[in-house]
Nanobody, 120 residues
Framework: EVRLVESGGGLVQAGGSLRLSCRAS????????VSWFRQAPGKEREPLSC????????YYADSVKGRFTISAENVANTLYLQMNSLKPEDTAVYYC?????????????WGQGAQVTVYS
């Protein structure tokens, strides 16, 4: 069974950093496009970043480009999202997910989510 488990969320002051982890099981990360998205209360799901399984290219939403970095450690089968210069508007539940391709929002599997709260 495909399983994704996020960790590393928490409460952080604006301007600070967090590193989210996503441990995958039941599949190899390099077999799929792997992504992060977030959803805040009352808002629609927002794609953030993706690694292509085809060529390893990284993609970022404009809202996080230059602040967030996606990476994967294949041996550990773990996906990461390094989040720097956090803003209150980054407050949301963050999810890792698989996609067939890096086309954003068309997810096949995702985890339980990790709460990130940024205060000023």
């Amino acid at each position: 069974e495909v399983r994704l488990v996020e960790s590393g969320g928490g409460l952080v002051q604006a301007g600070g950093s967090l590193r989210l982890s996503c441990r995958a099981s039941g599949f190899s990360l390099n077999d799929y496009a792997v992504s992060w998205f977030r959803q805040a209360p009352g808002k629609e799901r927002e794609p953030l970043s993706c690694i292509s399984a085809i060529d390893g290219d990284r993609y970022y939403a404009d809202s996080v480009k230059g602040r967030f970095t996606i990476s994967a450690e294949n041996v550990a089968n773990t996906l990461y999202l390094q989040m720097n210069s956090l803003k209150p508007e980054d407050t949301a539940v963050y999810y890792c997910a698989t996609e067939s391709y890096c086309i954003f929002s068309q997810y096949d599997h995702w985890g339980q989510g990790a709460q990130v709260t940024v205060y000023s």
